[in-house]
Protein backbone atom coordinates (compact mmCIF):
# COMPACT_ATOMS: atom_id res chain seq x y z
CA UNK A 1 0.00 0.00 0.00
CA UNK A 2 1.74 3.34 -1.25
CA UNK A 3 0.46 6.63 1.30
CA UNK A 4 1.76 9.58 0.53
CA UNK A 5 1.77 11.72 3.57
CA UNK A 6 1.64 15.63 2.87
CA UNK A 7 3.51 17.90 5.46
CA UNK A 8 2.87 22.25 5.01
CA UNK A 9 5.49 23.73 7.49
CA UNK A 10 8.31 25.60 6.57
CA UNK A 11 9.38 24.30 9.70
CA UNK A 12 11.48 21.23 9.12
CA UNK A 13 12.00 20.39 12.74
CA UNK A 14 8.57 21.70 14.40
CA UNK A 15 5.54 19.91 15.42
CA UNK A 16 4.03 19.12 12.14
CA UNK A 17 7.71 17.10 11.24
CA UNK A 18 7.13 15.21 14.17
CA UNK A 19 3.55 14.30 13.43
CA UNK A 20 4.77 13.94 9.61
CA UNK A 21 7.29 11.26 11.28
CA UNK A 22 5.03 9.73 13.51
CA UNK A 23 2.69 8.88 10.18
CA UNK A 24 5.78 7.44 8.00
CA UNK A 25 6.57 5.27 11.31
CA UNK A 26 2.83 4.25 11.46
CA UNK A 27 3.31 3.34 7.56
CA UNK A 28 6.56 1.09 7.52
CA UNK A 29 5.58 -0.89 10.66
CA UNK A 30 2.28 -1.97 9.23
CA UNK A 31 4.25 -3.01 6.15
CA UNK A 32 3.32 -0.16 3.84
CA UNK A 33 4.85 2.19 1.67
CA UNK A 34 5.42 5.93 2.28
CA UNK A 35 6.43 8.46 0.78
CA UNK A 36 6.19 11.94 2.29
CA UNK A 37 6.10 15.25 0.71
CA UNK A 38 7.30 18.48 1.81
CA UNK A 39 5.09 20.94 0.63
CA UNK A 40 7.17 23.97 1.33
CA UNK A 41 10.12 22.58 -1.02
CA UNK A 42 8.00 22.66 -3.93
CA UNK A 43 6.87 25.29 -5.99
CA UNK A 44 2.68 24.91 -6.14
CA UNK A 45 0.94 28.60 -6.38
CA UNK A 46 -2.50 29.35 -5.65
CA UNK A 47 -5.41 28.23 -7.93
CA UNK A 48 -6.00 31.50 -10.32
CA UNK A 49 -9.11 30.59 -10.94
CA UNK A 50 -8.88 30.64 -14.80
CA UNK A 51 -11.58 32.20 -17.17
CA UNK A 52 -14.67 32.72 -15.84
CA UNK A 53 -13.42 30.85 -12.54
CA UNK A 54 -13.14 27.31 -13.99
CA UNK A 55 -10.24 26.67 -15.98
CA UNK A 56 -8.88 22.80 -17.38
CA UNK A 57 -9.87 21.63 -14.27
CA UNK A 58 -13.43 21.64 -14.85
CA UNK A 59 -13.83 19.03 -17.74
CA UNK A 60 -10.64 17.75 -18.20
CA UNK A 61 -9.20 17.65 -14.88
CA UNK A 62 -5.88 19.21 -14.82
CA UNK A 63 -4.73 22.24 -13.72
CA UNK A 64 -3.21 24.57 -16.25
CA UNK A 65 -1.19 26.48 -14.28
CA UNK A 66 2.83 24.84 -15.00
CA UNK A 67 4.45 24.52 -11.63
CA UNK A 68 5.35 21.75 -9.09
CA UNK A 69 1.49 20.45 -9.04
CA UNK A 70 1.33 18.29 -12.04
CA UNK A 71 4.06 16.13 -10.88
CA UNK A 72 2.51 15.57 -7.68
CA UNK A 73 -0.93 15.11 -9.00
CA UNK A 74 0.17 12.22 -10.80
CA UNK A 75 1.79 10.79 -7.48
CA UNK A 76 -1.60 11.42 -5.86
CA UNK A 77 -3.30 9.37 -8.27
CA UNK A 78 -1.16 6.48 -8.17
CA UNK A 79 -1.38 6.19 -3.98
CA UNK A 80 -3.71 4.12 -2.06
CA UNK A 81 -4.45 6.23 0.86
CA UNK A 82 -3.31 9.97 2.43
CA UNK A 83 -1.76 11.72 5.42
CA UNK A 84 -2.49 15.55 5.37
CA UNK A 85 -0.53 17.40 8.28
CA UNK A 86 -0.99 20.97 8.58
CA UNK A 87 0.14 23.46 11.00
CA UNK A 88 -2.65 25.75 12.35
CA UNK A 89 -2.44 29.20 11.11
CA UNK A 90 -5.30 31.20 12.13
CA UNK A 91 -7.62 28.51 12.92
CA UNK A 92 -6.81 26.99 8.81
CA UNK A 93 -4.26 24.52 7.35
CA UNK A 94 -1.22 26.37 6.19
CA UNK A 95 -0.91 28.64 2.98
CA UNK A 96 1.32 26.27 1.44
CA UNK A 97 -1.44 23.18 2.10
CA UNK A 98 -4.53 25.35 0.90
CA UNK A 99 -3.03 26.10 -2.88
CA UNK A 100 -2.39 22.35 -3.20
CA UNK A 101 -5.74 21.47 -1.50
CA UNK A 102 -7.65 23.77 -3.61
CA UNK A 103 -6.42 22.88 -6.81
CA UNK A 104 -6.12 19.23 -6.06
CA UNK A 105 -9.89 19.65 -5.05
CA UNK A 106 -10.47 21.45 -8.01
CA UNK A 107 -9.30 19.06 -10.60
CA UNK A 108 -11.21 15.68 -8.79
CA UNK A 109 -14.19 17.44 -6.96
CA UNK A 110 -15.56 17.47 -10.53
CA UNK A 111 -14.84 13.74 -11.35
CA UNK A 112 -17.78 12.38 -8.66
CA UNK A 113 -17.42 8.78 -8.55
CA UNK A 114 -14.18 9.04 -10.62
CA UNK A 115 -12.21 11.26 -8.45
CA UNK A 116 -8.60 9.41 -7.87
CA UNK A 117 -9.28 9.74 -4.35
CA UNK A 118 -13.25 8.24 -4.15
CA UNK A 119 -13.35 5.79 -1.23
CA UNK A 120 -9.56 6.46 -0.22
CA UNK A 121 -9.00 6.60 3.52
CA UNK A 122 -7.71 10.61 4.53
CA UNK A 123 -5.93 11.01 7.80
CA UNK A 124 -6.23 14.88 8.70
CA UNK A 125 -3.83 15.86 11.20
CA UNK A 126 -4.18 19.59 12.74
CA UNK A 127 -1.08 20.90 14.48
CA UNK A 128 -1.59 23.91 16.81
CA UNK A 129 1.75 24.88 18.18
CA UNK A 130 1.01 28.26 19.39
CA UNK A 131 -2.09 29.08 21.83
CA UNK A 132 -3.28 25.86 20.71
CA UNK A 133 -6.62 27.54 19.88
CA UNK A 134 -8.14 26.72 15.72
CA UNK A 135 -7.74 22.80 16.01
CA UNK A 136 -10.96 22.17 15.41
CA UNK A 137 -11.84 25.04 12.33
CA UNK A 138 -8.47 23.99 10.63
CA UNK A 139 -9.78 19.86 10.79
CA UNK A 140 -13.28 20.84 9.80
CA UNK A 141 -11.77 22.63 6.83
CA UNK A 142 -10.05 19.51 5.75
CA UNK A 143 -12.85 17.54 6.45
CA UNK A 144 -15.19 19.38 4.04
CA UNK A 145 -12.27 18.97 1.47
CA UNK A 146 -12.14 14.80 1.83
CA UNK A 147 -15.74 15.02 1.59
CA UNK A 148 -15.68 17.33 -2.01
CA UNK A 149 -12.91 14.87 -3.65
CA UNK A 150 -15.04 12.06 -2.52
CA UNK A 151 -12.51 10.38 -0.40
CA UNK A 152 -13.00 9.28 3.16
CA UNK A 153 -12.24 10.45 6.62
CA UNK A 154 -10.21 8.30 7.82
CA UNK A 155 -8.94 9.83 11.08
CA UNK A 156 -8.70 13.63 11.95
CA UNK A 157 -6.20 14.01 14.94
CA UNK A 158 -5.96 17.79 16.71
CA UNK A 159 -2.58 18.07 18.28
CA UNK A 160 -0.96 21.09 20.42
CA UNK A 161 1.67 21.04 22.73
CA UNK A 162 0.39 19.74 25.31
CA UNK A 163 -1.21 16.58 24.01
CA UNK A 164 1.99 15.77 21.62
CA UNK A 165 3.29 13.40 23.75
CA UNK A 166 0.10 10.89 23.33
CA UNK A 167 -0.86 12.04 20.21
CA UNK A 168 2.38 11.27 17.80
CA UNK A 169 1.25 7.73 19.69
CA UNK A 170 -2.37 8.47 18.38
CA UNK A 171 -0.86 9.34 15.04
CA UNK A 172 1.46 6.04 14.59
CA UNK A 173 -1.41 3.93 15.18
CA UNK A 174 -3.97 5.80 13.43
CA UNK A 175 -1.01 5.48 10.57
CA UNK A 176 -0.36 1.88 10.90
CA UNK A 177 -4.64 1.01 11.11
CA UNK A 178 -5.03 2.74 8.17
CA UNK A 179 -2.85 0.26 6.04
CA UNK A 180 -3.59 -2.92 8.11
CA UNK A 181 -7.35 -2.13 7.29
CA UNK A 182 -6.34 -1.83 3.52
CA UNK A 183 -3.84 -5.23 3.65
CA UNK A 184 -7.06 -7.03 5.40
C1 LIG B 1 0.57 32.90 10.63
C2 LIG B 1 0.48 31.97 11.80
C3 LIG B 1 -0.76 31.76 12.40
C4 LIG B 1 -0.86 30.88 13.49
N1 LIG B 1 -2.09 30.62 14.03
C5 LIG B 1 -2.18 29.74 15.06
C6 LIG B 1 -3.44 29.36 15.60
O1 LIG B 1 -4.49 29.78 15.15
N2 LIG B 1 -3.44 28.50 16.65
C7 LIG B 1 -2.29 27.97 17.17
O2 LIG B 1 -2.33 27.20 18.12
N3 LIG B 1 -1.10 28.27 16.64
C8 LIG B 1 -1.02 29.12 15.60
N4 LIG B 1 0.19 29.40 15.05
C9 LIG B 1 1.35 28.67 15.55
C10 LIG B 1 1.57 27.43 14.72
O3 LIG B 1 0.46 26.56 14.76
C11 LIG B 1 2.78 26.75 15.28
O4 LIG B 1 3.89 27.53 14.95
C12 LIG B 1 2.89 25.36 14.78
O5 LIG B 1 3.76 24.68 15.67
C13 LIG B 1 3.47 25.35 13.40
O6 LIG B 1 3.97 24.12 13.13
P1 LIG B 1 5.53 23.87 13.11
O7 LIG B 1 5.93 23.60 14.53
O8 LIG B 1 5.62 22.71 12.23
O9 LIG B 1 6.16 25.10 12.55
C14 LIG B 1 0.30 30.25 13.98
C15 LIG B 1 1.55 30.47 13.36
C16 LIG B 1 1.63 31.31 12.28
C17 LIG B 1 2.97 31.49 11.60
Known sequence: MNVIVVSS???????????????????LQAGGYAEEIRLNDLHIGRCQACDNGWGKCLN????????????????????????IV????????????????????????????DSSLFGKPVMGVAAAGGSGGGMITCLSSL????????????DLIPVNRWSKGYKLVAIRAAAQAMVQESMR
Open 9 to 27: SPNKDGLTAACAAAAVEGV
Open 60 to 83: DHECQTQDDFQSLHARVRQADAYV
Open 143 to 154: ERWIQHVQARPF
Open 86 to 113: TPVYWGEPSESAKAFLDRLRRCEAPRGR
